[in-house]
């Protein structure tokens, strides 16, 4: 079974920054893809940033794209989300998600993702 916990939310005024961690257990984390992403109450979840098993490939949804990086240490089994320049509307709780996969392709969609954390809030106040 694979545990992911996040970390590194908080409260943050616009423009600021963050940086979510999250944290895996279990052996196979090198094969694994992950993924940002967030939920308002009410609310869909919705993608914020994925990456492939090898580092080598990113995505980022349109909304956080040149402000957001997600990046992995595998030496570390974790994966960071660094979120620069931060709006009030991205309050939500953000999650990271992983499945077991070596296919280039990263994962977008909450479908593809079999192990969730628990979830961290972020909140950015005006």
């Known amino acids: 079974q694979v545990q992911l916990v996040e970390s590194g939310g908080g409260l943050v005024q616009a423009g600021g920054s963050l940086r979510l961690s999250c944290a895996a257990s279990?052996?196979?984390?090198?094969?694994?893809?992950l993924g940002w992403f967030r939920q308002d109450p009410g609310k869909e979840r919705e993608f914020v940033a994925a990456?492939?098993?090898?580092?080598?490939?990113?995505y980022y949804a349109d909304s956080v794209k040149d402000r957001f990086t997600i990046s992995r240490d595998n030496a570390k089994n974790t994966v960071y989300l660094q979120m620069n320049s931060l709006k009030p509307e991205e309050t939500a709780v953000y999650y990271c998600?992983?499945?077991?996969?070596?296919?280039?392709?990263?994962?977008?969609?909450?479908?593809?993702?079999?192990?969730w954390g628990q979830g961290t809030q972020v909140t950015v106040s005006s």
């Open positions: 279990g052996r196979s984390f090198s094969m694994f893809a």
């Open positions: 990456i492939n098993w090898s580092g080598g490939r990113t």
């Open positions: 998600a992983a499945t077991i996969s070596i296919h280039t392709r990263v994962k977008i969609t909450t479908g593809e993702y079999d192990y």
